[in-house]
């Protein structure tokens, strides 16, 4: 039987935490749909669309060789792919001149300047996610086969060392996205220099709605890597302190 909760004070921290970062991710979730509905009716005074910001962007970084693509999903599902060097757009961020899809935009073409450059955390990142897309799973099947079977009280069990191990794989998912967040971070600062460096946007309220857009952005990547930490911890207590007798 699976221990339902432990009174350990790494238990409560972790489990008192999840429920913080909740609130964290659906405010910041919510800023986000937020400021870009409110952005997307700004503008941009260089009537640029978010592919010729992006192009504009790389071009002055002397970075020619990346496609930018109208992407098939829907809402905010742009994204730059780096197997195949491709920056896809979607269609309100593609098609449009607003401040919002501009800093969006060029965010994704902070990405492919990264892959230019090979900017060690992209490259660690890119590296680590086939890995992260399967053992995180396998990790948490471990992990629950091993509380099911106990972990035990002094001596540790055959279950402990199944739930330690799925631990640590399971932990792979947190690990990326630690590693997640200098590069998210580093293409945001890009993006925003690049924006006014290259004339897409103007210093003050655009430059202003810019920032509200991919700082709120940036918090749903916080709010991503703590949520994945406390689920790391929220587990380590119910192996190593919450064992008991079944």
Not at 16 to 25: E, K, N
Request: hydrophobic share 50%; aromatic share 8%.
């Amino acid at each position: 039987m699976i221990p339902m909760a432990t009174h350990s004070p790494l238990a409560m921290f972790a489990y008192i935490g999840m429920f913080v970062v909740m609130l964290l991710a659906m405010w910041a979730q919510h800023r986000v749909k937020g400021n870009f509905a409110k952005y997307s009716q700004v503008r941009a005074s260089s009537g640029l669309t978010g592919a010729q910001a992006a192009a504009r962007m790389l071009k002055a970084q002397g970075v020619t060789n990346v496609a930018i693509e109208r992407s098939q999903g829907g809402g905010l599902s742009d994204h730059y792919d780096p197997r195949a060097n491709v920056i896809r757009l979607s269609s309100g961020v593609f098609d449009s001149t607003s401040v919002a899809a501009l800093g969006v935009a060029c965010h994704e073409a902070g990405h492919a300047m990264q892959k230019a450059q090979n900017y060690a955390p992209l490259v660690i990142r890119n590296a680590a996610v086939p890995a992260a897309g399967f053992l995180p799973n396998v990790g948490m099947v471990m992990l629950m086969i091993g509380l099911i079977m106990g972990v035990g009280v002094n001596i540790p069990t055959i279950g402990f060392y199944i739930a330690a191990i799925g631990l640590g794989l399971f932990s792979i998912s947190a690990i990326l996205q630690v590693i997640n967040l200098p590069v998210e971070f580093d293409a945001t600062a890009r993006a925003k220099r690049a924006l006014v460096e290259t004339g897409i946007i103007q210093r003050g309220d655009e430059t202003r709605a810019v920032d509200k857009v991919l700082d709120a952005a940036a918090l749903t990547y916080v709010a991503a890597t703590l949520g994945a930490i406390m689920s790391v911890l929220y587990y380590a207590a119910l192996i190593f302190g919450g064992r008991r007798r079944d």
